[in-house]
């Protein structure tokens, strides 16, 4: 069965220095893993998504993130946070129905 | 291109009664999923449609139903109320079914609708 685990529920960064979420996952197969933001009162938003291509891939707002196969993980990163990237984020492996699973989210605190 | 819609966006019921929530999926895209997010968890599959049918449900039990329509739009339904259905239920849509191994069929979220069970 698919799961994610993401590891730390609450992050904390001043603007301007680097963000990292953390996230491992557990699949059954080559997994297809995506990166969610939700902002309050706003729609869950696609920030990147992975599917056997480049293991490193590129999102929106200048988020990243690696698949690292070996440590069955798919940590986001950016390079300067900014008070905008203040949000709940959610790490997602998709079975082969179609059905999401999320993980139970990050929440991220931007500090000026 | 419209985004997807849901309606109501807040409701306030009390327990046992029944709830449709509604959702327009965004244009050109004919599968719908529902989640269902409790507060300060990970949204938790629902259902999908495709084609007017149920294709594929998570761990909910019968008193959560669902349709789609053949303009794709769809109503999510619970009947009897419980306190811990209280939640924000997303819908989201795609182009054909959601993820699956190549995970090329991205979901659109909406906004959700906040459903409180007293």
């Known amino acids: 069965a698919q799961s994610v685990t993401q590891l730390d529920s609450h992050v904390s960064v001043s603007e301007g220095t680097p963000v990292l979420l953390r996230c491992n996952y557990s699949?059954?197969?080559?997994?297809?893993l995506f990166w969610y933001v939700q902002h309050p009162n706003k729609g869950l938003q696609l920030l990147l998504k992975?599917?056997?291509?480049?293991?490193l891939v590129k999102g929106i707002n200048g988020f990243e993130a690696e698949f690292k196969k070996s440590e069955t993980s798919f940590h986001l990163t950016k390079p300067s946070a900014h008070m905008s990237d203040a949000a709940e984020y959610f790490c997602v492996v998709t079975d082969n129905t179609g059905k999401l699973i999320f993980g139970q989210g990050t929440t991220l605190q931007v500090k000026p | 291109e419209t985004g997807v819609t849901q309606s109501p966006t807040h409701l306030i019921k009390t327990r046992g009664q029944q709830v449709t929530l509604r959702c327009s999926s965004q244009?050109?895209?004919?599968?719908v999923s529902w989640y269902q997010q409790a507060l300060g968890q990970g949204p938790q599959f629902i259902f999908q449609y495709y084609r007017e049918e149920e294709n594929g449900r998570g761990n909910f039990p019968p008193r959560f139903s669902g349709l789609q329509f053949p303009n794709y739009s769809s109503e999510l339904n619970v009947n009897a109320l419980e306190l811990d259905d209280s939640a924000l239920y997303l819908c989201?849509?795609?182009?054909?079914?959601?993820?699956?191994?190549?995970?090329?069929?991205?979901?659109?979220f909406g906004a959700g609708s906040r459903l409180t069970v007293l």
């Open positions: 989201a849509s795609s182009r054909g079914l959601a993820g699956g191994m190549s995970g090329a069929n991205v979901l659109t």
């Open positions: 699949s059954s197969y080559s997994p297809s």
């Open positions: 992975y599917t056997s291509a480049a293991t």
């Open positions: 244009s050109g895209h004919n599968t």
